[in-house]
């Protein structure tokens, strides 16, 4: 992996890592991944393709919420955008929580089967759930952003049967 730089590794109780195999000097470069998703928190100041931010943006003209530096930047989030646009226009004048939003992403990316560099080391699924730590009160609030999920996805997601093969909700939320 990685030209023999980096290996993957397990450590009980803390999840997945890796470590380099031989010592590096400072300020080298031993990756670089595009992320799997990514939500825009500040999504009145940032470009929600580039990440730049911007006093002026350009707002989706469909949905309102995503916002880009340019019509070069909506273009290219189109692919990405368009079943998370529908999702916000049906909740619109609300906005779900950023949380709700990223694991809509996640389920749409791994509705379209991409390859992806980012998984590269690890895969979506291969992250660890923190779900069985969790305290009832919070396991409780996981279940009401569950819930916004369902009522946020019921656009393009109207079955359980619809998402991505073994996919558990609450264990995402717990990622």
Same mark, same amino acid.
């Given at each position: 992996?990685?030209? +023999?730089?980096?290996?993957?590794?397990?450590?009980?109780?803390? +999840?997945? +890592?890796?470590?380099?195999?031989?010592?590096?000097?400072?300020?080298?470069?031993?990756?670089?991944?595009?992320?799997?998703?990514?939500?825009?928190?500040?999504?009145?100041?940032?470009?929600?393709?580039?990440?730049?931010?911007?006093?002026?943006?350009?707002?989706?003209?469909?949905?309102?919420?995503?916002?880009?530096?340019?019509?070069?930047?909506?273009?290219?989030?189109?692919? +990405?955008?368009?079943?998370?646009?529908?999702?916000?226009?049906?909740?619109?004048?609300?906005?779900?929580?950023?949380?709700?939003?990223?694991?809509?992403?996640?389920?749409?990316?791994?509705?379209?089967?991409?390859?992806?560099?980012?998984?590269?080391?690890?895969?979506?699924?291969?992250?660890?759930?923190?779900?069985?730590?969790?305290?009832?009160?919070?396991?409780?609030?996981?279940?009401?952003?569950?819930?916004?999920?369902?009522?946020?996805?019921?656009?393009?997601?109207?079955?359980?049967?619809?998402?991505?093969?073994?996919?558990?909700?609450?264990?995402?939320?717990?990622?």
């Amino acid at each position: 992996m990685m030209s +023999g730089i980096l290996e993957k590794f397990q450590s009980p109780g803390k +999840g997945n +890592g890796v470590r380099a195999l031989k010592d590096m000097s400072h300020g080298l470069t031993v990756m670089i991944a595009e992320p799997y998703v990514y939500t825009v928190c500040r999504i009145k100041t940032a470009c929600d393709h580039c990440l730049h931010r911007k006093e002026k943006l350009l707002r989706c003209s469909q949905c309102k919420v995503a916002r880009y530096c340019n019509s070069h930047c909506q273009r290219k989030a189109w692919q +990405g955008h368009k079943r998370e646009c529908k999702c916000l226009r049906s909740t619109l004048p609300n906005v779900p929580p950023n949380s709700v939003r990223l694991v809509g992403k996640i389920i749409f990316k791994m509705l379209q089967k991409p390859d992806t560099a980012s998984e590269e080391l690890y895969t979506i699924s291969d992250l660890q759930s923190h779900i069985k730590e969790a305290s009832e009160e919070v396991k409780d609030g996981l279940r009401h952003l569950a819930t916004a999920l369902q009522h946020y996805l019921k656009e393009e997601i109207q079955e359980i049967s619809q998402l991505p093969p073994g996919f558990q909700v609450l264990e995402y939320f717990g990622k």
